[in-house]
């Protein structure tokens, strides 16, 4: 399996470039299609549901971000959501960076700030990273921080939250397309598959389990919504796309347990088509914002709110924030 994937890799890379799926968020001024992140996001959405075994994320934002169209098109560039690096010189300190393959991807965008605040678009060289494998299978890059040879520098064409906001909610789009998909997959046994002379479906835990999933699964569309509405009007709050990518993990985590628990041992054979869904929500739950990284920055702005939790909650003007660990 992993090796017809690495052959259809290039394949769809080639086919979202024929087509200009990764300009949909690139200006047009240089080129792009100049969507909005809405239009972004139904992408995203319809690759989760895909399970396509390709970066969507990524392939949305390195354009927006480098105008190395050569580079980007070969699939030459790669993208780090690695929060926090910082940049002193033309050395690089922080966590360990790591970035999805979508083609060649000699070089791995990241975005560090200086000891000035200042924020900065880095080429990082990297043929010295580690190959992984992600829990999806998909491969990625590792590179300790310290080990990171930085080739060019530039000031950072996007705003890092405005980043850190689209890499979130492009994310938690995939996730939802995932999620409809495994959904879909055990309703359908559920009312074809039969135990005791009567389809699972009839079952009341059954029910039970699907309608708990298909709660949390609401919830998180809800949250995506008002996000990304709020995105392109705008009116982006943390508080909105924090609580859209902390619900998406949520539901991912139920929606995934339960589509394996109705469908049973077969959901975990590598014919079926349910792992491929399942593994890629685990993987997308700790990519631009962990759950629990996103619950604790909520909970820090509400606390620190002086005019108590309601008001955080619904008051638009509120700024209050902490995204540094996202």
């Known amino acids: 399996m992993a090796r017809r994937l690495e052959t259809l890799r290039p394949a769809l890379f080639a086919e979202t470039i024929e087509v200009g799926l990764p300009l949909a968020?690139?200006?047009?001024?240089?080129?792009g299609l100049g969507g909005t992140l809405f239009q972004a996001g139904v992408i995203a959405w319809r690759w989760g549901w895909h399970a396509a075994p390709l970066p969507i994320v990524e392939v949305l934002l390195i354009p927006s971000l480098s105008s190395a169209s050569e580079a980007w098109m070969a699939g030459q560039l790669t993208l780090a959501s690695t929060p926090g690096l910082e940049l002193s010189g033309g050395a690089i300190s922080g966590k360990a960076i790591e970035a999805p393959v979508i083609g060649e991807s000699s070089i791995i965008l990241a975005i560090a700030t200086d000891a000035k605040g200042h924020s900065w678009l880095v080429e990082i060289d990297a043929m010295p990273a580690e190959k992984i494998r992600a829990l999806s299978g998909e491969p990625w890059l590792r590179l300790d921080a310290s080990a990171a040879r930085v080739r060019a520098k530039r000031p950072c064409p996007v705003e890092p939250d405005t980043v850190a906001v689209r890499g979130a909610l492009l994310t938690s789009a995939a996730m939802m397309g995932a999620m409809t998909r495994i959904l879909e997959i055990?309703?359908?046994?559920?009312?074809?598959?039969?135990?005791?002379?009567?389809?699972?479906g009839k079952f009341q835990a059954v029910q039970h389990m699907i309608a708990e999933a298909a709660s949390e699964y609401a919830a998180a569309q809800a949250a995506l919504a008002a996000a990304?509405?709020?995105?392109?009007?705008?009116?982006?709050r943390p508080l909105l796309w924090q609580s859209a990518k902390a619900q998406a993990g949520r539901a991912a985590t139920v929606v995934s347990a339960v589509g394996h628990q109705v469908l049973g041992a077969i959901g975990f054979t590598e014919e079926?088509?349910?792992?491929?869904?399942?593994?890629?929500?685990?993987?997308?739950?700790?990519?631009?914002?962990?759950?629990?990284?996103?619950?604790?920055?909520?909970?820090?702005?509400?606390?620190?709110?002086?005019?108590?939790?309601?008001?955080?909650?619904?008051?638009?003007?509120?700024?209050?924030?902490?995204?540094?660990?996202?």
């Open 228 to 236: 990304i509405e709020a995105e392109d009007g705008g009116k982006s």
């Open 186 to 200: 055990a309703i359908e046994y559920a009312n074809i598959r039969k135990q005791f002379g009567k389809p699972l």
């Open 25 to 31: 968020l690139a200006p047009e001024a240089e080129g």
């Open 272 to 326: 079926h088509v349910l792992h491929h869904y399942s593994k890629r929500l685990w993987t997308w739950r700790d990519e631009w914002g962990r759950q629990t990284v996103c619950e604790a920055a909520i909970g820090r702005a509400a606390c620190a709110d002086e005019h108590g939790l309601w008001s955080h909650v619904v008051d638009n003007t509120s700024t209050i924030a902490n995204t540094g660990d996202l």
